[in-house]
């Protein structure tokens, strides 16, 4: 079984595209209006590549209270959107967070995990493809058999 993790922060104002804020290039609900559409759209994104090809999609995210909120945004969408679980981000770095998701999937049963953000809106079928791919060939590469 392949799966993608969806690592993501909730679409919650003034916790989103801080940056943006801070640069003065966006204010607050300007940049989680922004998020929420990056949200969307990968959502979008992967539910339709999940779907086509049997792959399970989790949700990484955090806060504890965004919750609510992601799945809010799930309701608005076009399509309905399969999620196979929604796991809680509860470690302190954003390494020990990633390593976490990848830990979670992999004792799944996941045998190929590709993460992706949740602001990454521009991330196409081709990209995920290309990387179940490479995943693919190097676990069939010499030393990793």
């Known amino acids: 079984m392949n799966c993608i993790v969806l690592f993501t922060k909730a679409p919650i ?3 989103v595209k801080t940056r943006l804020v801070q640069s003065g290039s966006l204010n607050a609900e300007k940049a989680g209006q922004l998020y929420e559409a990056f949200l ?3 959502l979008e994104t992967v539910g339709r590549y999940t779907t086509k090809n049997s792959i399970d999609l989790v949700v990484s995210y955090t806060p504890r209270e965004g919750l609510s909120k992601i799945k809010g945004l799930l309701r608005k969408l ?3 959107v399969k ?4 796991d809680l981000q509860e470690e ?3 390494d020990q967070r990633m390593d976490d998701a990848f830990a979670r999937a ?5 045998e190929a995990v590709v ?5 990454s809106p521009t991330i196409g079928e081709k990209h995920l493809d ?3 791919r490479l995943l693919s060939d190097s676990s069939r590469s010499p030393g990793n058999a």
């Not at 992999?106 to 996941?110: I, L």
């Not at 993460?115 to 602001?119: A, K, R």
Request: net charge negative.
């Open 13 to 15: 104002r003034d916790q």
């Open 40 to 42: 969307s759209d990968i």
């Open 78 to 80: 076009e399509a309905p």
């Open 83 to 86: 999620i196979s679980r929604f």
């Open 92 to 94: 302190t770095t954003f």
């Open 106 to 110: 992999f004792s799944s049963g996941c």
């Open 115 to 119: 993460v992706i953000g949740g602001d």
């Open 130 to 132: 290309e990387a179940f």
